[in-house]
């Protein structure tokens, strides 16, 4: 069974940065496509970052310059290193796998895995 555990969220001040952690265990996803959702209040969740096998990244405009997403396959870890923090990026962060391809979509419906999210809180 695969699990996805987030870690690293918290309050910051607007301008600010913090680091996301997704700990994956359960079976080896150093080939899976790996991703970051994030979901605020009253609101859809939405792609942020993600990243296939060979390290190749995508991200949404609204993040793009701000967020790196990285993976440390040998320690089963991904990351999302959020700079320049906005009040509009609070939202719930999770941490998605999608193991059956190797191109990044941004539709949630491709990750058949999820951690259980890690609030970020961003006050202006």
């Known amino acids: 069974q695969v699990q996805l555990v987030e870690s690293g969220g918290g309050l910051v001040q607007s301008g600010g940065s913090l680091r996301l952690s997704c700990a994956t265990s359960?079976?080896?996803?150093?080939?899976?496509?790996m991703a970051w959702f994030r979901q605020a209040s009253g609101k859809e969740r939405e792609f942020v970052a993600g990243?296939?096998?060979?390290?190749?990244?995508y991200y949404a405009d609204s993040v793009k310059g701000r967020f790196t997403i990285s993976r440390d396959n040998a320690n089963n870890t991904v990351y999302l290193q959020m700079n320049s923090l906005k009040p509009e990026d609070t939202a719930v962060y999770y941490c998605a796998a999608d193991t059956q391809r190797s191109i990044i979509y941004v539709g949630r419906g491709f990750y058949e895995y999820w951690g259980q999210g890690t609030q970020v809180t961003v006050s202006s």
């Open positions: 359960g079976r080896t996803l150093s080939s899976a496509v």
């Open positions: 990243i296939n096998w060979s390290g190749s990244t």
